[in-house]
Nanobody, 119 residues
Framework: QVQLVESGGGLVQAGGSRRLSCTASRSVFSINVMGWYRQAPEKQRELVAGITSGGSTNYADSVKGRFTISRDNAKNTVYLQMNSLKPEDTAVYYC?????????????WGQGTQVTVSS
């Protein structure tokens, strides 16, 4: 199991930057995949970016070139650096940890942090 705590959300103007943090209650190196998802009002939750324990990353097409996911093993923290923000990036952002345990992958979620981009 793991507990996840996000921080860094808030209000930012279009074109601005914001960095989200997700601190885990255990070593992030021991977690198979960590990711950031987001959910806008009346829309489904979608994957924004992910990073494996080996350091491989993937991004949604809508954020490629603007967002960067990274990991600090010493701090048990995963970051999402968001640059060139657009109003359509407005959503609740959730941290996710996917761990292989008891024979299957299990998903754990943080409480979410609101990011609002004003035009």
């Amino acid at each position: 199991q793991v507990q996840l705590v996000e921080s860094g959300g808030g209000l930012v103007q279009a074109g601005g930057s914001r960095r989200l943090s997700c601190t885990a209650s255990r070593s992030v190196f021991s977690i198979n995949v960590m990711g950031w998802y987001r959910q806008a009002p009346e829309k489904q939750r979608e994957l924004v970016a992910g990073i494996t324990s080996g350091g491989s990353t993937n991004y949604a097409d809508s954020v490629k070139g603007r967002f960067t996911i990274s990991r600090d093993n010493a701090k048990n923290t995963v970051y999402l650096q968001m640059n060139s923000l657009k109003p359509e990036d407005t959503a609740v952002y959730y941290c996710n940890a996917r761990i292989f345990e008891s024979g299957r992958f299990r998903d754990y979620w943080g409480q979410g942090t609101q990011v609002t981009v004003s035009s």
